[in-house]
């Protein structure tokens, strides 16, 4: 989580935080159980390549083992609801943050990427094989190899120590239209 005020944190606000992150850490806020704050700031030039002083401070968390990383980052979020915006809190920052905001855009667009493929995929091999069929029974069996390529992939999940991330759903996609579109 990072604070930041270009012209400076107030010396309140260094302390707030510093107070709010132990109280975290010795489980007085129930909605942040588990998780532990520590709060780096430029303030004494710890940072030795921080070219300015007292503007910025981090708060790295670290949770419990098994958290997972949507958990992890909502949790994040309500520790920076919980220092909020009088404390100069900017948000969530990390691999972890990045990758959830990414899964969530790429989501958002995944139908109309996949809308569009299809459209395209029906318009090529209809105008180069001169068919009606031979697009549709394309899309039909790409649509059925990637049903069953994810009842696999679950399968897999469930019963063995593999894990899906949550991107894999759209690097599927892709690959059953191209190989079948490539096959068919």
């Not at 069929?133 to 696999?152: D, R």
């Amino acid at each position: 989580v990072v604070q930041r005020n270009p012209n400076g944190l107030a010396a309140g606000v260094q302390r707030q935080t510093l107070a709010k992150a132990l109280a975290v850490d010795k489980q007085k806020v129930p909605s942040l159980r588990g998780i532990v704050a520590v709060p780096i700031m430029n303030t004494l030039g710890i940072v030795p390549s921080s070219r300015e002083h007292g503007t910025t401070i981090v708060t790295f968390l670290y949770f419990p083992h098994a958290t997972p990383s949507g958990l992890a980052v909502t949790d994040a979020e309500r520790y920076a609801s919980y220092l909020g915006p009088r404390l100069d809190t900017v948000g969530v920052t990390g691999a972890e943050a990045a990758r959830f905001e990414q899964f969530n855009l790429l989501s958002s667009r995944l139908h109309w990427t996949e809308g569009a493929t299809v459209l395209l995929i029906v318009l090529i091999v209809g105008i180069a094989l001169r068919a009606v069929l031979a697009p549709i029974l394309t899309v039909l069996c790409a649509g059925l190899a990637f049903l069953i390529s994810q009842h696999i992939l679950g399968w897999l999940a469930a019963n063995s120590s593999l894990t899906m991330p949550n991107e894999l759903q759209g690097v599927a996609v892709a690959l059953m239209l191209g190989i079948v579109t490539d096959y068919s």
